[in-house]
């Protein structure tokens, strides 16, 4: 059986539910095609920094 990653980004500012539903069909189908998937969500460590930061001075009600 080949393995297979698939690499999404889809929690920027807010959360796509495109990407994610995107990501969830392609995934579905590589395994109805016989491959062994795995979903590997990219979060950028920069993005995590920014938003700690924002709700530190801004306040966590504002996400």
């Known amino acids: 059986m080949k393995r297979v990653g698939i690499l999404t980004y889809h929690y920027a500012e807010n959360i796509n539910f495109g990407a994610i539903l995107q990501s969830y069909a392609i995934l579905k189908?590589?395994?109805q095609k016989g491959y062994s998937t795995?979903?590997?969500d990219y979060k950028f460590?920069?993005?995590n920094?920014?938003?700690k930061l924002k709700?530190?001075?801004v306040g966590a009600s504002f996400f």
């Open 29 to 31: 189908l590589l395994k």
């Open 49 to 51: 920094i920014i938003r």
């Open 38 to 40: 795995k979903l590997i």
């Open 45 to 47: 460590r920069k993005y």
């Open 55 to 57: 709700a530190r001075f």
